[in-house]
């Protein structure tokens, strides 16, 4: 008989954001930018380590990773510091991916910076194909495994050729695959193209997968919309490259954190117990370290 999983969980990925203190273009009242889940003015609040603790609450998240929000781009060190200053006296996040543009003219110093926080483990720039191929932004790439830092990736499934060779150019610099390699739709012939591309950076060793960031615009989240998803990532990287995040506040734009995470344990209840502790824990400690604190 399926039993769902029970353990101690690590989010990893949310994000949090005080929009009165720090400047965050995207969610600024009048801006709208092109986003995969259409409409996202219900998310343009302040969002704190408290909000997250009360969402959290009862679910048995012990650990948490942030998610670089868009800070803006002039200052990503300041970004670093305000969410190390939260960490210090909320306990949340226990770890973070931080901004730094690859293609930059400071990206040596920044990645530095960056490294130099403990709360630091990966860095997030959101490229497309022809970026991945670029010589500058690959030379700043190059500078990741210098300080032993993973990097993000959040990019549509559709640039994922450019991120299999940017993985095996790079061995020693571990790729995550940011939201499921952003799967926008359900058709048949969208899954297969989808699926198809995960298979090929799935080949690469050093690639590990969020299962995160699965829902549709217009849909309401259920647990049968995204049950064959996750089952796909599973077949193709097994748990022990796969862990789960939330997107939060994000996602709270579709479903109540419990709900969400409800949906996870329900699809991953027929796994084995190793596979489960890997999918909700075991692979984003090994990734991230987060610090974790006390059970909500």
């Not at 801006?31 to 909000?51: C, F, N, Q």
């Not at 952003?182 to 297969?192: C, G, M, Q, S, Y």
Request: aromatic share 10%; charged share 25%; net charge negative.
């Amino acid at each position: 008989m399926s039993e769902r999983y029970d353990g101690p969980i690590i989010d990893a990925h949310h994000h949090v954001w005080d929009l009165e203190r720090n400047s965050y273009p995207w969610l600024e009242p009048g801006a709208r930018v092109p986003h995969r889940y259409g409409d996202y003015s219900a998310i343009k609040h302040t969002y704190l380590p408290g909000d997250y603790r009360r969402d959290i609450q009862g679910t048995g998240v012990v650990a948490s990773v942030y998610m670089e929000a868009e800070w803006v781009d002039t200052d990503p060190i300041g970004e670093t510091r305000y969410v190390s200053e939260l960490s210090a006296s909320s306990g949340v996040p226990g770890a973070m991916a931080a901004q730094a543009w690859l293609d930059a003219p400071d990206v040596a110093r920044v990645l530095a910076e960056q490294a130099s926080f403990p709360l630091v483990k990966s860095v997030r720039h959101k490229p497309g194909e022809t970026l991945m191929r670029d010589d500058t932004w690959r030379a700043g790439y190059a500078l990741l495994a210098e300080h032993g830092l993973h990097f993000e990736l959040q990019t549509p499934w559709q640039n994922l050729d450019a991120a299999a060779d940017l993985a095996r150019d790079f061995p020693d610099t571990l790729l995550i695959v940011n939201h499921s390699g952003v799967l926008l739709d359900r058709r048949p012939e969208t899954v297969a193209g989808w699926r198809d591309a995960m298979a090929r950076v799935a080949e690469r060793p050093n690639v590990v997968v969020k299962a995160s960031g699965l829902c549709v615009e217009g849909q309401p989240w259920t647990t049968d919309l995204n049950r064959d998803v996750v089952f796909e990532l599973i077949s193709l990287f097994g748990a022990d490259r796969l862990m789960f995040g939330s997107n939060f506040p994000v996602d709270g734009l579709f479903a109540r954190y419990d709900q969400l995470l409800d949906s996870y344990l329900d699809i991953t209840a027929p796994l084995t117990a190793a596979e489960k502790r890997a999918f909700f824990y075991d692979t984003a400690d090994r990734v991230y370290q987060p610090l974790p604190f006390e059970a909500a």
